[in-house]
């Protein structure tokens, strides 16, 4: 499916449930994927959320896990690494999200370490 049929519009935050509906896993799954850092959430509002941009097809974004871990290697917190990855990054050109999500994993993680 591609993003343009994707019904989740990728620039929207979802709740824990929202995240249960698109995945059509179990909320102790989704737990587990946070727990596990396949994904990555944060405290707005109130409510865990996190961005629509994490996935695609329905599931997590597959290079989400590593770029994660480097991040929290580097000492950021999930809210840090979250506003680093939706922001344009200079030496990548676009958001380290959008960057990931056309394939450049590698790219992202080294400049991510270089933060560090």
Same mark, same amino acid.
């Given at each position: ?37 396949? %994904?990555?959430?944060? @405290?707005?509002?109130?409510?865990? !959320?996190?961005?629509?941009? *994490?996935?695609? /097809?329905? &599931?997590? %974004?597959?290079?989400? @896990?590593?770029?994660?871990?480097? !991040?929290?290697?580097?000492? *950021?917190?999930? /809210?840090? &690494? ?35």
């Amino acid at each position: 499916m591609s993003d343009a049929e994707n019904p989740v519009n990728p620039a929207s935050w979802l709740t824990l449930p929202d995240v249960v509906e698109l995945t059509g896993e179990s909320l102790g799954r989704v737990r587990r994927l946070l727990d596990e850092n396949h %994904l990555i959430g944060s @405290r707005r509002e109130g409510k865990l !959320l996190i961005p629509g941009l *994490f996935f695609v /097809d329905g &599931a997590p %974004l597959s290079s989400l @896990r590593g770029t994660i871990m480097v !991040l929290r290697d580097a000492g *950021f917190s999930d /809210d840090e &690494a979250i506003d680093w990855m939706l922001a344009v990054e200079e030496s990548i050109g676009v958001a380290p999200i959008e960057a990931l999500r056309a394939g450049r994993k590698t790219e992202v993680r080294r400049v991510a370490q270089a933060l560090a």
